[in-house]
Nanobody, 120 residues
């Protein structure tokens, strides 16, 4: 059984910073892509940033230059450093990972979500 556990959300003023963390645990053969999505009230869940195990990283246009995704493969952990936060960044942020349970079986997992609130 695999779990993704997120931490680091909270309330911050506009212009401030937060760092989110997400750690995968359980029976894991390997992890391919890891990333972050967010969902604001009344809106669809959207990609924030995604990082393959190898290859180029994708960012939503709205966060480019302000957010940075990174990962520690030895710790099965992905981070999201969020700087220059804006009220429109307010959302529940979800971690996502494509996890290899064996050499031939890949399953996508979601974390429980962490609330980020940016006040103006």
């Amino acid at each position: 059984q695999v779990q993704l556990v997120e931490s680091g959300g909270g309330l911050v003023q506009a212009g401030g910073s937060l760092r989110l963390s997400c750690t995968a645990s359980g029976t894991i053969f390997s992890i391919n892509a890891m990333g972050w999505y967010r969902q604001a009230p009344g809106k669809q869940r959207e990609l924030v940033a995604r990082m393959p195990r190898g290859g180029s990283t994708n960012y939503a246009d709205s966060v480019k230059g302000r957010f940075t995704i990174s990962r520690d493969n030895a710790k099965n952990t992905v981070y999201l450093q969020m700087n220059s936060l804006k009220p429109e960044d307010t959302a529940v942020y979800y971690c996502n990972a494509d996890i290899l349970l064996s050499a031939s079986r890949s399953v996508g997992y979601w974390g429980q979500g962490t609330q980020v609130t940016v006040s103006s």
